[in-house]
């Protein structure tokens, strides 16, 4: 009898299921550069930077600027940014500091609490880089920076504006490595010596993590 190289219904159906697998694997890896909108470099002073009475500027350096800070409320704020529409802002903070483990950006015309985000900092005195994602923004808005109080000094190095594409994935929704992929899969389609497709488990032949 004549061998039939043919699918099965459940072997194509295996097969579909594991081709759109890599398929959404693939497209959600694929990165777009966001786009460079302004750094702001802190090594000469606050630049065009203004602080309001309750921060001391200490000194600078090659490194940043570094600033006391007095309780209750002391910020920073930046000149009028061209931001372009639709698109979310990100925001990379250099920093050091040994006070409070958060900090804080307001933006808009108007600075209230609805229009800002709060992020974490590691109060450790070391330098780290933190990221802020804001929604998009109107063009001419102004942005406010809260340092984290309560220690010695702030040091801060620069302030990296940039614009989308878009805000990354939360963790669960981010596409999975090849094998991670196929563990969800309940079987693996395999040709097989024979040329005939045969669907064998995927433990054994296709992941080896």
């Avoid at 000149?79 to 990379?92: A, D, S």
């Avoid at 609490?113 to 998009?136: A, I, T």
């Avoid at 005939?196 to 992941?207: K, N, P, T, Y």
Wanted: proline share 10%; net charge positive.
């Amino acid at each position: 009898m004549a061998s039939v190289n043919r699918l099965s219904f459940t072997g194509w159906i295996n097969y579909a299921f594991i081709i759109a697998c890599f398929f959404n694997m693939f497209a959600g890896s694929g990165s777009v550069q966001a786009e460079v909108l302004v750094r702001h470099e802190f090594n000469k002073g606050l630049g065009k930077w203004t602080a309001n009475s309750m921060v001391k500027v200490i000194g600078s350096s090659g490194e940043g600027t570094r600033f006391k800070l007095e309780a209750p409320d002391p910020y920073l704020v930046g000149p009028p940014g061209r931001f372009p529409p639709g698109k979310p802002v990100k925001l990379t903070i250099r920093m050091r500091s040994n006070g409070e483990p958060f900090g804080q950006i307001y933006h808009g015309l108007r600075f209230t609490e609805e229009s800002s985000k709060v992020f974490e900092v590691n109060p450790d005195g070391q330098w780290h880089e933190y990221v802020v994602w804001l929604p998009p923004l109107e063009d001419r808005t102004r942005l406010r920076f809260d340092p984290p109080c309560g220690g010695d000094t702030v040091e801060l190095a620069w302030i990296l504006v940039e614009a989308g594409p878009t805000k990354p994935a939360e963790a669960w929704a981010r596409p999975r490595p090849p094998c991670e992929w196929l563990r969800a899969c309940p079987t693996a389609l395999l040709p097989a010596a024979d040329s005939v497709w045969r669907i064998r488990r995927r433990s054994s032949a296709i992941c080896h993590a």
